[in-house]
Structure formats: structure tokens, C-alpha cells
């Protein structure tokens, strides 16, 4: 099977959690709008998604990138997607109580991936930034304050709390959403480097997956490989200097 | 299998998606957190949800509410509690094609509700709606003219081309996703009866479905219980004034 991967092309946004578990498992995939043409094939699926198969066309609409074809079926929502991927990939579980508490975990990483978007757009996508930077500038400060130490807690505490795990957050191997935190942090990292300073002295076992993530050899490689696309002021984790700030207290 | 619906007991709030389909259902539940002592048995098991099981806390552990109980097995996040009760509640097709579409849907339905609620609260859920009130106004603004259209629209085509579930979203019998969009259609008026001003006809097919829901049996009946929370201005969606106007254009 190969998997066609449909999202923006000059970012890594929401698709990179999928082109993760991808490339972790050696998948093979085509991450379509970066190839020749491959934009205008991505807007015109979303314009029409019936293609050769109007009567699947019901169940292809996808509200937004990233959306993934798997032969005739079409997936759209990172959660989604990496929920289908995740047994085919061996990056989650077929059973279904730890596939579901895997996918709780993702969506609440995808919870905190919407809020560090909005700390640089919290009053609109549509405007500029530099028309709500004003805002942006007390959001990104109640983000480093409250919502940070939150969503990070939460996940030092569910790895602290699964000693069966080594290390990861659900399963002996790696899943997924071990994936998905490294990228959440990454990109904290990228956007907040003050406002994560002594990340690894308070979420010390989110710090270790992390380290764990990225030496894994297939991630490895993909990390330092040009399909890695950097972080840019284009995606969701944005580096603006003067929305980063030390945690206060 | 008595299911056990853990929320916050005096708003609708993400809970009143899973009540819906509960509610539709006739299934057997109890909403926890609103009977005698709840609340402290709720922040009880978010503290330590090991309870007399301490080798499945590892599997328990939520971030947040809504969070279910069916037996042993916790489920947390809205669009996951739903996608795990989906086919126990027949509002759900077994067949994993039909059953990731819903859930692709339903986490849709799910980034509107968080955008919603963002109207009123956008720089930091933690602070009075008071001192962010000018930033609300322009966010109500910009989602009342560009997001309401975007998300409603999309459902109208998905509706539109998928003549064979006649009327639903996704299958001939409704489906959870189908109540879910009810409740943040009734939810968008209540918020914003100006901005949704000629929404049956700017959206006449999403129209029909809020009234083919509202027309269930059990559903018809649960909405005129006293089960069924008022809106209030703790919720999600809350009427304020200042915020509401009709649509630019």
C-alpha cells in the first residue's frame, strides 16, 4: 500500500505528525503536494473529491489538509489519520482500550497544538499577525504561564503513572502519540526557547522521550534529511521574539 | 452496561454531546457529577483515577472532562467517548470506512465548538471574559462573517453530495455526528441569534437535519426534560450582546 499524503507543502503544520509516523515506520508514501503539480492536484481532490469514483465521493469530503488516500479511502483529521495508520503502522495496538486511550492522548496533543497556534493568531487566521500582535502578546504570556506547565504536566504524569510503558506513554513500544509529544515539544521549543527554559527540571520524563523520539534511527535519519522541512513563521509554532518570555513566578 | 458520564453538572458544555447520544439512545447512564456528592467523586478519580484497580490507572488517567466509565474501560475526549460508543448505541456503523468518516466529522464539529467558545474567552481561558471583551468583539466578529459560513457550509456539501443517506451526514440512519452538529447549530443560535440570521436559507440542508434531530423521539423528550441544562453563560456558547451582529456582506 502506498499511502498518499495530502497537506500544505512549504510547512510542517498539523501533516508533520502524520510524515512522522510515516517515516518512523518506513513507510511508503508520497507527500503529494510537495511533488511536480502536486498543489493544484491537492485543491482540486478538495474542490471535487469524486475523482473516478463518484459514488465513494459521500464519505471523501475533507474539511481541510492534512487528509491521507489509502487506496480508495480517504481519511481527513490528523487524529484520524493516525488512528487508521497506527496498527497498520505497528505505531499503536489493535486492542481497542489502549488504540482509544492512545487516541484520547492525541487529541489532547492536538488541544494543545490549536492553543499554541493561537497565541500568534488569537483573534482571527484570516488577519495578519501584525494586526493582533497585541493580543498575541498577553495570549503567548497566559500560554507560557498556565497552558504549558498544563499540557506538559499532564503527560510527565501519564508516563510517571505507566512504569510498564519504559518510558513511553501508553505501550511498551512506541506509539504514535510518542511521536506526536516530540513534535509538540519541538515546536515549543522552536516558538518559546525562554519560555521553555528548564523544560527538562520540570517534565523530566517528557524530556526523556523526547530524547528517545529522536534517536530512533528511521526518525533520525528523516530529521536530518531534506524531507524535514524547517520550522517557519508560516506554520503553527511561530519563533516571535517578543511573544516569548521566561515563565513567570 | 451501565455507562458512567463524568462533567462538569451545571453547563451543557462538551458533555452534551455524549448526553445526546446517550439520551438518543435510551441508554442506560448516570451522570455522575450531578448527583449527590459527584462533583467530589469526579475530582476525586481525576486526582487518582487508579481507584481499586491501581495496574489500570495507566490507561485512566484524563486531562479533562467529559470522561466515561463503561466498566473497567475509561474513554476521555469528546470526539473519542463518541466514537467508542457510536456502534454499542447503533449511532455508528462497525465498518471502519464509514466509522472514520463520522469520526473525521465529529472532530470538525469539535474544532467549531473550540472556536466558539474562543469568541468570548480568546486571550486565556483562565481570565475574566470582562477584561479580554474588546479582543472578543473583533474574534465574534470575524467568526460570525468567515468561520460560522466555512464550517456550516462544508456540512450543507457534505450533506449535498451524499443523496443516500437522505438528509444525514454520512449514513441512512443518523449518526452521532448528526446530533452533534445539532447541538453546535443550536448552540450558534443561542450565542448568536443576529449572526445566524437567514441560516435556513444560507444553509438549508444542515436546517433540515437540526430539525429532523430535534424530532427524535427520545431526543424530543430528553430536550424538554429537566435533564436537559439551559445554556448559561458558563458554557461554551454564551449570549452576550456586544458580541453578536449580523453577518458582514
Known sequence: MRYELYYWPMLQGRGEFVRLALEDAGADY?????Q???MAAMQALMADPSG???DAAPLRQPFAPPFLKAGEQWIAQ?????????PRLSLAPAEEARRLFINGLQLTIADAVTEAHDTHHPIASGLYYEDQKASARVRAGDFIDTRIPKFLGYFDQVIARNPAA??????????YADLSLFQLVEGLHY???????????RFPRVA???RNVAARERLAAYLASRRRLPFNEQGIFRHYPELDREPAG
Open 78 to 86: 490528523t487524529a484520524n489519520i493516525l488512528f487508521f495508520l497506527g
Open 208 to 210: 526523556a522521550l523526547r
Open 30 to 34: 508520497v507527500d503529494v503536494a510537495r
Open 191 to 201: 516558538a518559546f526557547p525562554r519560555g521553555m527554559r528548564d523544560f527538562a527540571q
Open 36 to 38: 511536480a503539480n502536486g
Open 52 to 54: 473516478d469514483a463518484a
Open 166 to 175: 519504559g518510558g513511553w506513554l501508553a505501550t511498551p513500544e512506541a506509539s
